[in-house]
């Protein structure tokens, strides 16, 4: 989005809930969020209830956007420096507000990102790359592939297409083989490092091909080059937080898998829609 329209959208609370009521109902025609009904009964200005089943609700009830104690406006610039990677501590300065508040909303976009993550049962397919990688502070000890006190990253991705990025427990063959059979399509093509780990892949269908590192970085087309980019492009990001606990990683992790899939999209429009979605267990 661009400065003018977002400093349109953000002139007033009520351009910027109209913004965000656009993205919330389809054609800005209201129905209950619990049965569907378009029937409803006005209470006041922002509150309808619903004819049929009762349900008491407003614009943004059962929404992501409907938690914490924001307005609308508040949420948009919330946004927009989430966009530009700020830590949630110099969210909470710029806007003047309490550091939890601005804690809890930066957790709900990253947990509005989450929910709609590439769906766990598409495959890719084509020509893949796969690696894993560590994340974690600087400490002493081996480093690379069995370093203590890291955490492991399983990362796949399908070139000219997405990258999918989980945490795993170990990098033993085992689990990186059911991390591909579970997200990899049946004879694709398989780039991977000389890794041991990969040594089964050519039995399980692939077509698996190896760079070995330590004489050259690709061969041919034979590269995992752009999964070493995402890698890269995630941990420069994720140092400017100063030490994220392992149980919020994924979370982070996800974000980071969100903005390289969608580096060349309009990012702010992308997290604007998330928040004015149901949340899954609505």
Known sequence: MDLR???????????????????????????????????????GIEKRRCKRCDYTYHDFS???ISRGDLSPGQWLRIVKLFEFELSTRKIAGQLGIAYNTAYKAVNTIRMSI????????RLLGGEVEL????????????????AAGKIPVFGIL????????????????ETLLQM?????????????????????LMFCGYRHLQVDHGKHFSRGRVYINGLEGFWSFAKERLMKHHGISPPR???????????????????FGLIA?????FEPSC
């Not at 979370?251 to 969100?258: A, G, I, P, R, T």
């Not at 829609?273 to 979605?277: I, N, R, V």
Request: glycine residues 8%.
């Open 5 to 43: 329209t977002y400093e349109r959208i953000t002139s007033s609370e009520n351009t910027a809930k109209r913004y965000l009521v656009a993205k919330c109902w389809v054609n800005r025609i209201r129905n209950c969020p619990r049965c569907g009904s378009r029937k409803y009964y006005l209470l």
């Open 62 to 64: 059962r929404r992501w």
């Open 114 to 121: 989450l929910s709609h993550a590439p769906d766990a049962d």
């Open 131 to 146: 690696d894993e990688s560590y994340f974690g502070g600087r400490r002493k000890g081996r480093r690379g592939r069995g």
């Open 158 to 173: 399908e070139r000219d297409g997405l990258v999918s990025v989980q945490v795993v427990p170990d990098v033993t063959a």
């Open 180 to 200: 591909t059979v579970k997200k990899v399509r049946r004879g694709s093509i398989v780039y991977t490092d000389k890794f041991r780990g990969y040594d089964a």
């Open 249 to 267: 990683f994924p979370l982070y992790l996800k974000d980071m898998e969100f903005r390289y899939n969608n580096r060349d999209r309009d990012i």
């Open 273 to 277: 829609q998330y928040l004015c979605d």
